[in-house]
């Protein structure tokens, strides 16, 4: 099973403050995808990243994918409230692998 | 509305009593799977079934059962439930393969004493 190694855990910071969250691991992901879950309900995708180098945005969040496939980070400028939540990357190695493994995720508390 | 649904939603219940947590979609998706989230372990996957009596075992199978007999339905059956599998569970469903989008239902938060 491939591990996913997520950081920082936690993160509490002040409305209007740039931050970054990693999503790192040992082997060549096939497929990333990003998810944001808030408290009593399940995670909602934000964006499945494919390609080495890759950069997409969304409003305020860009994602970026590492060259070698192996590490993805999720930025996101001038933080909201509305942002609050647990940011969790999830990895598939693609073909016939069905499998879907879950990093430990990122608790990003935005402070008003 | 596209969605999946999970009953029930909350379930208190012994050890050794078997249970069912039932999930249903109503996007026509080939896979569907079970997630656990526990404090500090994340997200960790159950069971998978890429298609209707295709399943297999994700990372934390033991204690579990399902089942998919029809394309919408994959319940999730806890023969004799233990205090450790004391969790959130989430159901989740995409088109044909884990790369697209997962969607999730509302999560079923299972207390066994």
């Known amino acids: 099973t491939q591990l996913l190694e997520q950081s920082p855990q936690f993160l509490s910071i002040q409305e209007g403050e740039n931050l970054t969250v990693y999503c790192n691991s040992s082997s060549v992901f096939s497929s990333l995808q990003w998810y944001r879950q808030e408290p009593g309900e399940g995670p909602v995708l934000l964006v499945t990243?494919?390609?080495?180098?890759e950069v997409k945005k969304l409003k305020r969040l860009t994602f970026q994918f590492g060259d070698a496939r192996k590490d993805s980070s999720l930025h996101i400028t001038a933080a909201q409230p509305g942002d609050t939540g647990l940011y969790l990357c999830a990895e598939n190695s693609g073909g016939s692998n069905y499998k879907l493994t879950f990093g430990k995720g990122t608790l990003l508390t935005v402070n008003p | 509305e596209a969605q999946v649904t999970q009953n029930p939603r909350y379930l208190i219940t012994v050890t050794g009593k078997k249970l069912t947590v039932t999930c249903s979609q109503n996007m026509n998706h080939e896979y569907m799977s079970w997630y656990r989230q526990d404090p500090g372990l994340g997200l960790r996957q159950i069971y998978y079934?890429?298609?209707?009596?295709?399943?297999d075992k994700g990372d934390v199978p033991e204690g579990y059962k399902v089942s998919r007999k029809e394309k919408r339905n994959f319940p999730l059956i806890l023969e004799s439930p233990s205090p450790n599998q004391t969790s959130l569970y989430f159901c989740a469903s995409s088109l044909s393969h884990p790369i697209y989008e997962q969607y999730f239902g509302p999560g079923t938060r299972l207390t066994v004493t």
């Open positions: 079934s890429m298609n209707v009596e295709v399943t």
């Open positions: 990243v494919v390609t080495g180098g």
